[in-house]
């Protein structure tokens, strides 16, 4: 089967749910999200990603990915027995002391490659760092390589590397002075044309940018997703790529005020109207802050 999409990674949202709830996470996450991975699902998921071809990495994250652990592991052992290169993000909430992060790293020793570690006032105020130095050093004894993700800090005024999509449309858009929604013609984040990794949500729906479904692996296997990839024709990513989320607006869903905080403030806001008329496209709701 021809393959026409460059995917190389595959990113599962083991879970929305996470024990932090972050002005600015895109996906909502927070205690009161529901569901997760099985590891049913997990091989499944693996399994297609092994027949699609091309695919090199699996990455696990969420939400916060250590809440459903067991299966995490046992997800992430899967995932290198199929000889994928295996990454996981994390916020470190388990990291509270050396000990104790030595013993929640080892069993993914000689499993995951990557560590990527949430370290910023966003998340934790000071007890990130903390939490990040504690990560490292466990990682690094065990041959884990380790990244970290970090926001500047901004008591006041807009924040920078903030994408104001998500909970950060509602939550953090107002510090940003914004720009005529005329001039977001482009997205600056997302290669839409061309995506070299997409996200699996726990009911199986893709996304090529958190919130725009192009498929389910419950209903339609990954190749014959990717095999059929053409993103002009589908009716939200085509608009996008025209002019990016100036376009979407004006074709499906003019905006109802002059200025948004970024591209991604503007095209979120344009696909909550929009979400009535595409519910299979533009979901889950926990996506858009929903229950």
């Known amino acids: 089967m021809l393959i026409t999409m460059p995917l190389t990674g595959l990113h599962f949202l083991v879970t929305l749910q996470c024990n932090r709830e972050c002005d ?10 529901k569901g997760a991975m099985t590891l049913e699902a997990i091989r499944t998921y693996l399994g297609q990603a092994r027949d699609a071809g091309g695919i090199a990495e699996i990455w696990f994250e969420g939400g916060e990915p250590f809440l459903y652990y067991p299966v995490l592991v ?3 052992k899967a995932a290198a027995s199929l000889r994928f290169r295996v990454g996981v993000v994390s916020n470190a909430y388990w990291a509270t002391t ?9 069993p993914l020793a000689g499993t ?11 998340h934790w105020s000071d007890e990130a760092a903390r939490r990040a130095e504690i990560a490292t050093t466990a990682a690094n004894a065990l041959g884990i390589g380790l990244g970290v993700m970090a926001i500047p800090d901004a008591k006041t005024g807009p924040i920078p590397g903030v994408m104001h999509r998500g909970r950060a449309a509602v939550k953090l858009s107002g510090r940003a002075e914004g720009a005529p929604w005329e001039t977001f013609t482009k997205c600056p984040y997302e290669n839409l044309r061309d995506p070299a990794r997409l996200h699996l949500d726990p009911a199986g729906n893709l ?13 339609t296997p990954l190749a014959e997703i990717l095999a059929a990839w053409n993103p002009e024709a589908h009716p939200v990513l085509g608009p996008l790529l025209a002019n990016g989320p100036a376009e979407l607006a004006r074709r499906l869903n003019p905006p109802s ?20 008329r ?4 533009l979901g889950p709701d926990a996506m858009y802050g929903a229950g």
């Open 24 to 33: 600015h996470c895109f996906v909502w996450g927070g205690p009161w999200q």
């Open 74 to 76: 046992d997800g992430a």
């Open 98 to 106: 050396q000990e104790d992060a030595v013993a929640w790293l080892k």
């Open 112 to 122: 995951v490659a990557s560590l990527l570690v949430s370290c910023d006032p966003m």
């Open 207 to 219: 996304h090529v940018c958190q919130g725009i479904v192009i498929g389910n692996l419950h209903a």
């Open 257 to 276: 005020r002059d200025r948004f905080a970024d591209a991604c403030h503007l095209c979120y806001e344009t696909r909550l109207g929009l979400r009535a």
């Open 278 to 281: 595409f519910p299979d496209i």
